[in-house]
């Protein structure tokens, strides 16, 4: 609580929009009683979470500092959740729909960042913003200040409709029928605290992209999207509408949206979706919450049964006046130019502007204009910076920006005769970064710096990534340029790797009885066609060696594409094989932690590497060599698996990456029993009884899921796979192999393994 | 007018001769030892941005970094926690917590980083306890120069508006006319 919270809460009054204001008091008043204790800690979490306050690490008030985990000396208070200390700073994820920022909210970004936070604005994967180090105490005044610019954090976080995200380009895009903007404004403020959204048992990610074939709405990997389109409807007239996906997502195991309706007119919008929720509300899973999100109640049920669901429950909706209230006028709001369109002026041997403009400016579909992408390095800008950008925002445009899932941002609506001005005033402030969404621009979530998930640092390696293809960014060939590197901390994929052209997530493995930090490198990814497809894991690499990774790889690519050859075609051409065989030699030849400590500890961060507060156990010689055998068995197995993926062997693939489960499942069972046969049954079994039952496999945070993937696994053994299953398939055995090597080193860390009698 | 949430930069004296990413070390030893008052969380490392925070070593109370906002390095104390007391108190306070980190960053870096005696800053961390205006700026100038004048004596010191526009945080730089010990 700051001195100045009732100067800024008067200062305020008349300011924030009642609903908003309202709001904020509640979530005022319930702090007030979380801290006397009158509301249950659970209910607490779940409150702050709707309302954008997350947590981060080391809230639990343990912190690793290189040599054993201490606790952090906070004071004794009421928790702000189960487990969560009440002073640990936390994280405040701001909602911002379809991306859309004006330049007095980019002042009052400016404002809180320095205020509250340490300084920096952070634009997330989804078009939100983010500051961290927050105390929870100072939320409900951060909350009324950006109220009264119009913006909310509710349901940034939490089991709710998340931001509402859209193309970037919207309105100015040489492909798209209309302008998607306003029916994501209007979706996004309809399905605000709506009723029927309350009852979800996990987050809801909605997403819009004005055309099928560019990625920038990334429809299919939501919980539900809408392309654009037009079609001629009764009366001749062409008539506006959206093809409408479900249950697409990354997380852990990665889906594909499916086809809800193939046009549903503009006016359907709000109905159906509010239909959607209804029907997720009502039967989605609520007490498993890692099988919850939209997309297993669509799995579980077939998109066909889905959908008849959600239309006859539309037919019982009562009527809302605000389904087309809301899209009354819609198109007035289009936005325009604020000066006259124009040509580019010649560069005059300005080579910084050359470069500039060939990597962040494109042309809009509306002649005479341009937009200009700002590359922000890991998605992260200043205060000062903000304030500057507001006023070119000002300076150059009617006063409109958009955020991007890219963690830029971009500026529409720029005459091209202004071009060099532009440049020249976004360099004064160190926002001319060249670049943007090419190689050099790497994507990353927050990892371990601040999330409680983190395994490896992202942020990291992204930072590191960034310097070095910076440094040689002349040298690359215009192919490389052009491929998206995203870096998640964990399997979780905030960071989209299934998505891009080469993906990387945080793992763990032991070398030398410490442990190391490693990616998990992934082929295959698409960022086109709206993240067309998705990667598979090819091999986990020590951190510290990942930029060599990726000079391997983009050499291998460059030498051998064929004229013309996107990457992802590169990848289905070649296969997976002899990238994986151009890595491996970077999983040998390891220094020792004398010789080189720094390769034990991750990028970024010079504390000897730990997960969690798992201390470095003593290596019991002969088991783990069995064990490690057999994991680099289940490791071959689960890439073999992708590989049979890859040439359309479907029944191998899944047979295959079954057979990688029950492998990695033996390697655990042998370190307690060594007689364990080949039996899948038998491996089953004793599995079960010795670390499902007994909840030594359980993962902290997702639970029991690895193994119920294995189980489920083991019970469907013989089915027939489509390439749906197969993909499926692939991607748990892989995560549960990473789960088996976690619980090795929980047992390891333990003082002596149980046996069975 | 109440000066609470002070922010007190010492300005390294000429350029940075250290890299700044050997600071992370240095902050992540000082949370494992909780080695200055209040309690010490994390270490921010941002670098990567330009003319940023820095390093950040992050706390409950107070935050303290080696920060390069404004493209000026300096190591900085941010008071997070209200402060009873007068506003003499609240700066003396603030001052002595940026005078023990910069002793402590001088001796690990011994003949590498060394911090003016002669360049500082104040500035208040809320815009409504006090905005960045002239008024503010005459309504709190005797009692900066009070506390100054009480600290170094007689020899004197400049003081001028850190910002002039009003959207930044109210903040003086001092200039003293001769070297200050650092607070203790």
Redesign the interface.
């Known amino acids: 609580m700051?001195?100045?919270d009732k100067?800024?809460k008067d200062?305020l009054n008349g300011k924030v929009p009642e609903q908003l204001g309202q709001e904020v008091d509640q979530f005022e008043t319930e702090i007030g009683l979380r801290k006397q204790g009158k509301i249950e800690e659970k209910v607490f979490a779940e409150t702050r979470l709707r309302r954008g306050a997350y947590g981060q690490?080391?809230d639990n008030g343990q912190?690793y500092?290189?040599?054993e985990s201490?606790k952090?000396?906070?004071?004794d208070k009421p928790t702000k959740g189960p487990g969560t200390v009440w002073?640990?700073?936390g994280m405040l994820r701001i909602k911002v729909p379809f991306g859309g920022l004006n330049p007095r909210q980019l002042?009052v970004m400016?404002?809180l960042a320095?205020?509250y936070s340490?300084?920096?604005a952070h634009v997330t994967t989804r078009q939100d913003f983010q500051l961290?180090?927050i105390?929870i105490e100072n939320t409900p005044t951060i909350m009324r200040r950006l109220a009264a610019v119009g913006i909310t954090t509710r349901e940034a976080c939490g089991n709710a409709v998340r931001n509402v995200t859209a193309c970037p380009l919207a309105g100015v895009c040489h492909d798209e029928p209309f302008d998607v903007t306003p029916y994501s404004k209007a979706l996004a403020w309809f399905l605000m605290g709506h009723p029927d959204t309350m009852e979800f048992g996990r987050k809801f990610k909605p997403a819009f992209s004005g055309c099928a074939q560019h990625a920038c709405g990334l429809v299919q990997m939501h919980d539900i999207g809408y392309t654009a389109l037009v079609r001629p409807g009764a009366d001749g007239k062409l008539q506006r509408g959206f093809k409408i996906v479900v249950g697409g997502g990354l997380g852990p195991v990665p889906r594909q949206a499916r086809i809800l309706t193939e046009f549903a007119p503009v006016e359907e919008m709000l109905p159906l979706t509010q239909a959607v929720c209804r029907v997720f509300g009502k039967h989605g899973e609520k007490k498993n919450r890692n099988g919850a999100r939209i997309k297993f109640l669509v799995d579980k049920w077939g998109i066909e049964k889905f959908r008849e669901e959600v239309f006859a429950t539309r037919k019982e909706l009562r009527e809302d006046p605000r389904w087309l209230g809301m899209l009354q006028d819609i198109e007035k709001e289009e936005e325009g130019p604020l000066h006259p369109p124009g040509q580019l002026p010649a560069f005059g041997g300005n080579d910084r502007l050359y470069e500039w403009v060939k990597g962040n400016v494109r042309d809009q579909r509306q002649a005479g204009y341009v937009t200009a992408a700002i590359n922000l390095?890991?998605g992260?800008?200043?205060a000062?910076?903000l304030?500057s950008l507001a006023d070119i925002v000002a300076k150059y445009t009617r006063g409109t920006i958009r955020t991007t899932v890219e963690q830029n941002f971009l500026i529409r609506w720029i005459s091209k005769t202004d071009v060099p001005a532009l440049f020249a005033d976004l360099d004064r402030v160190?926002l001319a970064a060249p670049g943007a969404t090419s190689i050099v621009d790497v994507t990353s979530c927050p990892g371990t710096?601040?999330c409680k998930l983190g395994i490896s640092s992202s942020r990291g390696l992204g930072?590191e990534l960034?310097n070095q293809l910076v440094a040689k960014s002349y040298q690359l060939d215009e192919a490389v340029k052009g491929l998206h590197i995203k870096v998640s901390g964990c399997f979780n994929s905030c960071g989209g790797h299934y998505v891009s052209d080469l993906g990387f997530y945080g793992v763990s493995r032991t070398i030398n009885g410490y442990k190391v930090p490693h990616f998990q490198v992934l082929l295959g990814g698409e960022w086109e066609h709206n993240a067309g497809s998705y990667g598979l894991p090819i091999i986990a690499i020590p951190s510290k060696r990942v930029p060599a990774a990726v000079d391997f790889v983009t050499e291998f690519y460059v030498k051998n594409r064929l004229k013309d050859e996107r990457f992802h075609a590169f990848v289905k051409r070649v296969g997976k094989g002899p990238v994986r065989a151009l890595l491996e030699p970077l999983n040998q030849n390891f220094p020792t932690h004398e010789a080189d400590p720094g390769f034990y500890s991750d990028w970024?961060?010079?504390?000897q590497y730990s997960i969690g507060d798992i201390g470095i156990g003593e290596c019991a010689g002969e088991v783990v060599s069995r064990y490690q055998f057999e994991m680099t068995a289940a490791e071959r197995l689960v890439f073999e698996a992708g590989q049979h993926l890859d040439q359309d062997r479907l029944q191998a693939a899944g047979e295959t990456a079954y057979a990688a489960f029950l492998r990695a499942a033996k390697a655990l069972v042998q370190i307690q029993f060594d007689d364990v046969s080949n039996d899948p049954d038998e491996i089953v079994a004793e599995f079960k009884e010795r670390f499902f039952d007994t909840q030594v496999f359980f993962d902290p945070f997702v639970g029991p899921k690895f193994a119920n993937d294995f189980f489920a696994a083991h019970a469907v053994r013989g089915e027939k796979f489509t390439a749906d299953t197969t993909h499926h398939r692939i991607a748990e055995a892989q995560l549960f192999i990473e789960a088996v090597h976690n619980c090795y080193n929980k047992l390891r860390s333990a003082p002596a393994p149980a046996t069975k009698a | 007018m109440?000066l609470?949430?002070l922010v007190a930069k010492i300005y390294v004296d000429g350029d940075l001769r250290i890299d700044p990413v050997s600071v992370?070390?240095v902050f992540?030893r000082l949370?494992?030892q909780?080695a200055l008052p209040g309690?010490?969380?994390?270490v921010?490392?941002?670098l990567?941005?330009?003319?940023?925070?820095g390093v950040?070593l992050?706390g409950?109370e107070a935050?303290y970094a080696l920060d390069h906002?404004?493209h000026h390095w300096g190591v900085l104390y941010r008071r997070?926690a209200?402060l009873a007391g007068t506003n003499a108190d609240r700066i003396r306070q603030a001052l002595q917590a940026a005078g023990q980190i910069a002793r402590l960053l001088e001796a690990e870096f011994p003949g590498q980083l060394t911090f003016s005696r002669t360049d500082f800053s104040l500035t208040v961390?809320?815009?409504?306890?006090a905005a960045n205006t002239p008024a503010t700026f005459a309504a709190t100038r005797p009692e900066l120069e009070a506390y100054l004048q009480g600290w170094l004596g007689r020899a004197g010191s400049t003081l001028a508006l850190l910002e002039s526009?009003p959207?930044?945080?109210f903040g003086v730089r001092v200039q003293t006319a001769v070297p200050f010990d650092l607070p203790a």
């Open positions: 700051k001195t100045s100067l800024w200062l690490r080391y912190r500092d290189g040599t201490r952090l000396p906070f004071a002073d640990a700073p002042e400016a404002e320095e205020e340490d300084g920096i961290h180090f105390h390095p890991l992260d800008i200043t000062d910076q304030r160190e710096d601040t930072g960034r970024g961060d010079p504390r | 109440e609470q949430y992370v070390n992540h949370v494992a909780q309690v010490l969380v994390d921010a490392e941002l990567h941005v330009p003319a940023g925070p950040v992050v409950v935050d906002t404004s997070k209200p961390n809320d815009r409504v306890l526009d959207r930044q945080r």
